[in-house]
C-alpha cells in the first residue's frame, strides 16, 4: 500500500529555516513529480513547490528564493528547504506525489501533513 511519511515541521522563528522531509514507499512507482503545499487555518490549501522527475522546479511567488525544493529519486524521497521564515509561512505542509498511470493520465497522492508554525 502507497504511503507518503512527512517530518521535520515545527516551531520556529522568524527568520529562521526548517527542512521537510517526505518519503514514499508502497506501490509508488513511475512518479512523475513530487510537490509541497501547505494549507493554514482558514486559507485555501496552495502550492509551495513542485520538482518533476527530470528536476525540472516551479515555486509560489511567496517562497521564491526563501525555499528549495529537491528528491533523492532512488529513494522516492522530496525535501523542501526553507529559509527566511516568516510567520505567514505557518501552515500545514503537505507532501504531494503525481505517478503516471497511462498516457496524460495520473494518480495523486497525499501525506498527512507536518505542522510548521514561525513565531517569536
Known amino acids: 500500500q502507497a504511503q507518503l511519511v512527512e517530518s521535520g515541521g515545527g516551531l520556529v522563528r522568524p527568520g529562521g529555516s526548517l527542512r521537510l522531509s517526505c518519503a514514499a514507499s508502497?506501490?509508488?512507482?513511475?512518479?512523475?513529480?513530487m510537490a509541497w503545499y501547505r494549507q493554514a487555518p482558514g486559507k485555501q490549501r496552495e502550492l509551495v513547490a513542485a520538482i518533476t522527475s527530470d528536476d525540472n522546479t516551479n515555486y509560489a511567488d511567496s517562497v521564491k528564493d526563501r525555499f528549495t525544493i529537491s528528491r533523492d529519486n532512488a529513494k522516492n524521497t522530496v525535501f523542501l528547504q526553507m529559509n527566511s521564515l516568516k510567520p505567514e509561512d505557518t501552515a500545514v505542509y503537505l507532501c504531494?506525489?503525481?505517478?503516471?498511470?497511462?498516457?496524460?493520465?495520473?494518480?495523486?497522492?497525499w501525506g498527512q501533513g507536518t505542522q510548521v508554525t514561525v513565531s517569536s
Open positions: 508502497g506501490s509508488i512507482f513511475n512518479i512523475h513529480s
Open positions: 504531494n506525489v503525481k505517478r503516471s498511470v497511462g498516457q496524460n493520465s495520473y494518480r495523486l497522492y
